[in-house]
């Protein structure tokens, strides 16, 4: 994009987004009905669409299952809203707080007040969720959204904004697509929110950029995820636990297993359990529509550099489906990794594909040494029915969240808040959370026609304050 071109982009954003901004000034705090028939509106569009959207994805991706669609775009969209209108109306009401003594008797309370347009920039792996779902709960706060969209959906974008236009007016929803560049120019508006969900390179480039406006932001990004498979678990249990989260959308999600930390003694009988659980889930893998593509060559070709890296370093690659990849093709089954060394890029970056290392331990305290010595992962998936064991990795490793004996699937929960801590993000959303992630708590203090504030004015000194001092400094 050329210099000229790229002012124009950068003017029609700003233009799009004071045009939102006076919109949003014109009716500051939109009533509960008006939120409401909004979300309804919204749910149904989606559902009227959902053919559709599953269409579009499968176009972008070169083949994306039907049914990865279904569960992970439209399913969680659609709960969410439900979620959110069943609960609306009780997080609208203010908020009572105690006054204390020392106030009295005027009275506290805290008001959720819309913050006024939220940037949304959203990633390729779950457009629909990770679109929807914030968008869901801005318009639920009471504010209005711009969403950048990711290059390597085009037909689903299309989709979106046509879904979008039949619920919302331009100056209420936005959708902006665009490369990389359109995505700084974006991160750098003056929002009076920012989420942005991907990389944890690309995070830091968006929390600079929205720096220099003092834009609040939300950062859903990833890391390394680990799975510790604890010695007391049935090895068969622990891989039907983990294997789904691994294999949705072909490993391409931000909370995907990353890596196993598992008994030295028990690698071998995981890579066979995984194998024989990977070929009951995809029979006949070439031919098996139940599972995705790799996104485009540009993702699939950094993988196979990652897998080649490994086995010049030494390590052994075992391909889940009893068969090697082949080149040329995007659809990769799980590459089970033994032997990998932390040199290996596999064990560097967020892997986010088909790619699974496994690493041997002794003791369960080594395991638990190797997560504190590395950043804290959005994700951990503990694979053990011992509580003690449970508790002992609980308490001695942070992660944005926490899988026991299951993976990915916290995610799904609405009630609770999902978010990432130090490299995998910062704040977070879903549910409630959310709500007040896109609102201002504003205090506001309600003093009557009785002025209790007088008896603290100058002249101090007074045996009045004297005996207010002595009682409250105590």
Known sequence: MNMAIDKQVNATLAETLQTQKAAFLANPYPSYASRKSKLEALKQAIIDHQQDIVDALKQDYGHRSASDTRISDILPSINNINYTLKNLKKWMKPSKRHAGLLLSPSKVAVQFQPLGVVGIIVPWNFPITLSIGPLATAIAAGNRAMIKMSEFTPALNKVLTQVLAKVFEQDEVTVVEGEADVAAQFSSLAFDHLLFTGSTVVGKHVMKAASQNLTPVTLELGGKSPVIIAPDIDMKTAVERLIYGKCLNAGQICVAPDYILCPEDRVAEFTAE??????????????????TNVINDRQYQRLMNVIEDAVIKGATVTPANGEQHHAGKRKLATQLLTGVTPEMLVMQDEIFGPILPIISYNKLDDAISYIQAHDRPLALYIMSFDKQTQQQILAKTHSGGVCINESIFHVAADDAPFGGIGPSGMGHYHGKEGFLTFSHAKTV?????????????????????NLLMKFFIR
Not at 274 to 291: E, R, T
Not at 449 to 465: A, D, T
């Open 274 to 291: 995984y194998q024989a659980k990977f070929q009951s889930m995809y029979p006949d893998f070439a031919h098996n529509d139940d599972y």
């Open 445 to 465: 203090l309600h003093s009557g026609k009785f002025n209790s504030g007088v008896m603290v004015h100058p002249p101090y000194g007074s045996k009045l304050q």
